[in-house]
């Protein structure tokens, strides 16, 4: 293979825009946002090749909906066409904080992306924080209006199956086969606080009637298996309902199986600072190749676990880490 000689020149401008956060327009800062969207394009192309119709929703980050971040800027259509669903925390209650309604200023703001993403076949799925009654009324029933599929959390934790609403926003018997028939959600990450056992857990879920879960791999450390999906994919009322299944991809979490000890002395590269906000979890490189490589692309990754579990999709999660760079 013929070699071939870079300019040092180049090399040195290469280094310097990569660092500096500037695009092959000038344009400060944007490069990250592109990093990230070239990141869920290449989940979203590799896990719909293996299992064609798996869904691919990304959690907050919604500038990445636009070209350069910016309102009134044209669709990045790279990106849209690479999802199928948006999720959006606190667009009406928890922005500031939880149980308090969000600025009007900043709601208008999520909004637009919201709609933009709604404008191009992306199905938009809310998370508001509020455990007030009448505030989790509100919020089922303002993005209802929207047109956007809502939970309303009863605290940030996501530890249970919220008592109140005694049934369902929207309860139905229909099949759930896409994100577009689906009218609720559950969204519950961390089970062991109010379960004993993972099937405690699983059985508590399979009684409901959500038409979609939003759960992860693991109960503990104990990942759930096929038949655990399966069972969670029939709602008691006889319906199916779509299971995803979350995974940070912004962020290295030291409690995950792919965890190393070392990492606390020697850490790779690509692995910078801990979350002040969350404990365990690590600021990553995440346009890293040795990073990437451990979320999917190969029989190892964390992405193959969840699709031989049997989940119907994932739920892209920490997809904002591009604000700390820029």
């Known amino acids: 293979m013929k070699k071939h000689i870079i300019p040092a020149f180049i090399v040195l401008m290469s280094f310097f825009m990569i660092n500096c956060g500037t695009d092959d327009n000038g344009s ?18 590799w896990a719909k ?12 980050g919604h500038e990445l909906g636009t070209i350069s971040g910016n309102e009134d800027d044209d669709p990045a259509m790279d990106y849209i066409s690479a999802i199928d669903g948006a999720g959006q925390e606190d667009l009406f209650y928890g922005y500031v904080d939880d149980d308090v309604i969000t600025p009007e200023s900043d709601t208008n703001y999520l909004l637009y992306f919201l709609n933009l993403y709604e404008d191009n076949g992306v199905e938009v799925l809310v998370t508001d924080y509020c455990g ?13 209006l929207n047109g956007f599929i809502s939970f309303a959390a009863d605290h940030r934790d996501l530890d249970n199956i919220p008592v109140y609403p005694a049934v369902p926003y929207n309860v139905n018997a229909s099949n759930i086969i896409t994100l577009a028939d ?10 062991t606080v ?3 056992t993972k099937e405690e857990f699983v059985t508590a879920l399979a009684g409901t009637n959500y038409d979609l879960f939003i759960i ?22 006889g319906g199916t309902r779509l299971v995803l299944c979350y995974m940070s991809i912004g962020e290295a979490e030291d409690y995950r199986y792919y965890w190393q000890l070392s990492w606390y002395i020697n850490p790779p590269d690509w692995l910078l600072d801990e979350n002040p906000e ?4 690590y600021k990553v490189k995440y346009w890293n ?9 190969n029989d190892t990754s964390y992405l193959k676990m969840i699709l031989d579990a049997g989940f119907d999709g994932v739920y892209l999660d920490i997809i904002e880490a591009f604000e700390y760079f820029e």
Do not use: C
């Open 132 to 144: 007030t009654h009448s505030y989790m009324d509100n919020s089922y029933s303002w993005n209802e």
């Open 278 to 281: 969350w404990e365990g979890n």
């Open 49 to 60: 090749t293996i299992h064609p119709g798996f869904t691919i929703l990304p959690q907050n």
């Open 289 to 297: 190749p040795e990073w990437q490589a451990l979320i999917f692309g």
């Open 194 to 196: 109010n379960y004993d």
């Open 216 to 237: 992860d791999l693991f109960f503990d450390e104990d990942p759930l298996t096929p038949a655990d999906i399966s069972a969670l994919q029939t709602k008691a009322n």
């Open 182 to 191: 689906a009218r609720n959600f559950l969204y519950l990450l961390d089970p």
């Open 28 to 45: 400060t800062n944007t490069i990250y946002k592109q990093y990230m969207r070239s990141f869920v394009r290449d989940i979203s192309v």
